[in-house]
């Protein structure tokens, strides 16, 4: 999971009756799992989202955290919604199809047109949710066994978190 210090793009989130739409600009990365997922809490709590539309056509690389918010978003609502990929580049199919991540998924080639569009604000404390990471890359395992090469990641990272953990529990106990 060598996904180097990629800068994180920027999503924008919109929603028009039933249809629910994100689109991406620039790169899908890591940064911008946390705000991904309150997006992916808010369409759980909204009865009314029959449709989510992730607009493709200006994002330029997804890592794999990025490809586990996927994973994660259809887990949830793949039984109540459709769920599209849109404006899709030839790279991104080679990514999404190599890991699995479109079971639930369609893809469709059509303008997704809004003049509302919100900016998702991400990673407002800049700190990097390392716990979601990891259960997002969990989700990859777990959605297709040909992620299992992601295992010692999830592995070495659960370890690492438990060690922080310790590490500020025996902090607190110094005090």
Not at 4 to 18: C, F, P, R, T
Not at 135 to 142: A, G
């Amino acid at each position: 999971m060598s996904e180097g210090n990629a800068s994180a793009g920027v999503l924008y989130i919109a929603e028009k009756g039933s249809i629910a739409m994100m689109k991406v600009e620039g790169n899908g990365v890591r940064n911008l799992a946390e705000g991904f997922d309150k997006w992916i809490d808010h369409l759980v709590a909204t009865p009314n989202v029959g449709c989510v539309i992730i607009d493709l056509a200006e994002c330029t690389y997804m890592d794999s955290t990025f490809m586990g918010m996927l994973v994660k978003l259809a887990r949830l609502l793949m039984k109540r919604c459709k769920l599209l990929i849109a404006n899709a580049q030839p790279l991104h199919h080679e990514l999404l199809d190599g890991i699995g991540v479109m079971k639930g998924w369609e893809y469709v080639e059509q303008p997704v047109a809004c003049d509302s569009w919100s900016e998702l604000c991400d990673a407002i404390s800049g700190k990097l949710n390392e716990r979601l990471v990891v259960e997002v890359h969990q989700q990859l395992i777990d959605w297709d066994e040909r992620n299992k090469k992601f295992i010692p990641f999830v592995n070495l990272a659960l370890a690492e978190l438990n060690d922080k953990k310790n590490d500020a529990d025996d902090d607190e106990d110094d005090d």
